[in-house]
Nanobody
Framework: LVQLVESGGGSVEAGGSLRLSCAFS????????LGWVRQAPGKEREVVTT????????VYTDSVKGRFTISRDNAKNTVYLQMDSLKPEDTAMYYC????????????????????WGQGTQVTVSS
């Protein structure tokens, strides 16, 4: 059984920081793609970042480059999203997601390419 469980969301003022965590199990994570996907009210899901686990390569959407960092703790089977310099437009439900490596270079996967999803954690940034 594949499980992804997020935690760490909350409310913060603009300019603040949050760290999201995603504990995962039951998936061949050695050579896969782990990602964070967000969805704001009334908007489509947006992939924020994709981590290629075998080589540790990371890709970010332009709007979060330099502010967000994805990382992984292999011993804890946990992936993190460190979010700094948060902006009101970062407000969304954030989902941890996993997919098999498509072996198409290093790029942001689209939401439909992710096969497994967590339940989501809410991030709210006030101005």
């Amino acid at each position: 059984l594949v499980q992804l469980v997020e935690s760490g969301g909350g409310s913060v003022e603009a300019g603040g920081s949050l760290r999201l965590s995603c504990a995962f199990s039951g998936f061949p994570f050695y050579d896969s793609c782990l990602g964070w996907v967000r969805q704001a009210p009334g908007k489509e899901r947006e992939v924020v970042t994709t981590l290629y686990t075998r080589l540790g390569k990371t890709v970010y959407t332009d709007s979060v480059k330099g502010r967000f960092t994805i990382s992984r703790d292999n011993a804890k089977n946990t992936v993190y999203l460190q979010m700094d310099s948060l902006k009101p437009e970062d407000t969304a439900m954030y989902y941890c997601a996993a997919a098999l490596n498509p072996y198409e270079g290093f790029r942001l996967l689209s939401p439909r390419e992710y096969k497994y999803w967590g339940q989501g954690t809410q991030v709210t940034v006030s101005s």
